[in-house]
């Protein structure tokens, strides 16, 4: 199973730092991330234009999307 991540829950995933994320943002990266389990970081993909983020939900304009594998 592949996820795609945003940076920022990238930055949570490989060091669980949540300090850049909001209160609501954090239980739903931190409730994301704990039922995925361990994930390995396989690496970056461009995305044509809008794409959503499997973890905080957000949508992303433009950036790349971190592949994140289940283990
Ligand atoms: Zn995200």
């Not at 060091?15 to 909001?22: I, K, P, R, V």
């Not at 389990?37 to 396989?42: F, K, M, Y």
Request: charged letters at 25%; glycine letters at 8%.
């Amino acid at each position: 199973m592949i996820y795609r991540l945003c940076l920022s829950c990238s930055v949570v995933a490989a060091n669980a730092d949540t300090s850049h994320l909001d209160a609501e943002d954090e239980l739903r990266v931190t409730a994301f991330l704990e039922a995925a389990g361990l994930l390995a970081l396989v690496g970056e993909q461009d995305e044509a234009g809008y794409w959503d983020c499997d973890c905080c939900g957000w949508t992303q304009i433009g950036d790349p999307a971190q592949r994140w594998e289940t283990m």
